[in-house]
């Protein structure tokens, strides 16, 4: 008896399996033999489930955002544990601790982000369905800690955190930010 696949399942695992490829080695860096190769998959069958590498981006985005939102938990490429569920901490608590899951792959993904994005024009990027899903699961887990009216002003706080955290080597503390993060809570 043949063999049963869960097409759904099995494409969900390629694109698990092929994001960190993405991080490491950046958009423009890979093709669809190597992301094949990396797989163990032949270029034939990764192109049945994903016709093009855009397609795979996009699902691989989609993946990781999933899981990193879900919930409030860590995605895949974060190791910084929660210190107590986000449902028991004040809001600026909770958004401090997503931020600190979302650091331990920040420079990998903003590199990526970068790569991907390059050469397009603000229009391209504002209709990129890849940003349109990542920016949609940030804000959306964002409005479920501050609400609507806070969401997007607090999401420039954290990712604005982010990037200085990184430019001064993580030397820029956390707590600098909570005042702000109360007053929009």
């Excluded at 603000?122 to 609507?148: C, F, K, W, Y």
């Amino acid at each position: 008896m043949p063999k049963q696949i869960d097409h759904a399942a099995y494409r969900l695992e390629l694109a698990r399996k092929a994001a960190p490829l993405f991080s490491e080695r950046g958009y423009s860096g890979l093709g669809m033999r190597q992301i094949a190769d990396a797989l163990g998959l032949s270029k034939s069958a990764l192109y049945h489930y994903f016709p093009t590498k855009k397609s795979l981006f996009l699902a691989c985005t989609e993946t990781v955002m999933s899981e990193m939102t879900a919930g409030g938990e860590t995605g895949p490429s974060s190791q910084a544990p929660k210190s107590k569920d986000s449902t028991l901490q004040d809001p600026a608590t909770a958004l401090i601790d997503f931020a600190k899951s979302l650091e331990p792959g920040f420079a990998s993904e903003m590199s990526l982000l970068f790569d991907y994005l390059r050469g397009k024009t603000a229009t391209e990027i504002a209709a990129d369905p890849a940003m349109q899903l990542a920016n949609d699961h940030l804000r959306r887990h964002v409005e479920s800690l501050v609400g609507n009216e806070s969401a997007d002003s607090t999401l420039c706080l954290l990712m604005g955190t982010l990037l200085m955290r990184h430019f001064t080597g993580g030397t820029l503390d956390y707590e600098t930010i909570r005042p702000a993060l109360r007053k929009r809570s």
